[in-house]
């Protein structure tokens, strides 16, 4: 599990050059601080995370639960809250904040969010697969997956068997891509390659925990 992770936002993507002169393509993620609201330990909630939150709102604009939660803890009200799994929070505190200093330029980071909804598709775009022939008797099945299932026995399609459905808007993770700059007056966070979701769209930065 992770030891350190904030919460960020995909600006989209762009390029930098390197002490080489080599282009990199990098994903820019705005990084605001993060204030920490609560602490769960293994002693009272049997794992341990940090709940975070981040931004202002108006408490008028919360429920009657919310804005006693943020009471209770002590802390000023933020737009959402956001738990963040982590090894031990021993060496953080209520009201803490946490900013992209955090991360250090050429780190390893897994980046979670929720992929882009693609709608529904095919098994071709869905799972790849390669179709069929393109002649020889083919008709109108090019695209199609071909058999699915068995005859009399067992008379039933398999659990999990690839077929069309549903594409994308799933909760998705990149591992080991590197931090090529942290930019801490901006709030910013430059990290090498894609990243998972659209642009606006919330993602959470961990420290990788399989590193290549």
């Not at 909760?171 to 942290?182: A, E, P």
Request: proline share 5%; with cysteine; glycine share 12%.
């Amino acid at each position: 599990m992770a030891s350190k992770a904030i919460i960020g936002e995909k600006v989209g993507m762009t390029q930098v050059w390197d002490d080489s002169d080599c282009v990199v393509p990098v994903t820019v993620l705005r990084v605001e601080p993060c204030r920490v609201v609560q602490l769960k330990t293994p002693e009272t909630d049997g794992y341990s995370a940090l709940q975070v939150t981040w931004g202002y709102a108006d408490a008028v604009k919360l429920n009657s639960p919310e804005v006693g939660h943020f009471e209770r803890h002590g802390a000023e009200p933020g737009r959402t809250l956001v738990e963040l799994r982590l090894d031990d929070v021993s060496d953080y505190a209520i009201g803490q904040e946490i900013t992209v200093d955090i991360l250090t330029d050429g780190e390893l980071v897994d980046v979670t969010a929720v992929s882009k909804g693609k709608g529904f598709a095919g098994v071709m775009k869905r799972h790849g697969f390669s179709g069929q022939k393109a002649s020889h008797g083919a008709h109108k099945v090019h695209r199609a997956p071909g058999a699915v299932g068995q005859c009399a026995t067992p008379s039933r399609i398999f659990k999990g068997r690839k077929m069309p459905g549903r594409h994308g808007a799933r909760r998705t993770t990149t591992l080991n891509l590197r931090v090529v700059k942290t930019d801490a007056e901006r709030n910013l966070l430059l990290v090498r390659g894609s990243v998972p979701g659209p642009r606006g769209g919330r993602v959470v930065i961990r420290n990788a925990v399989k590193q290549a």
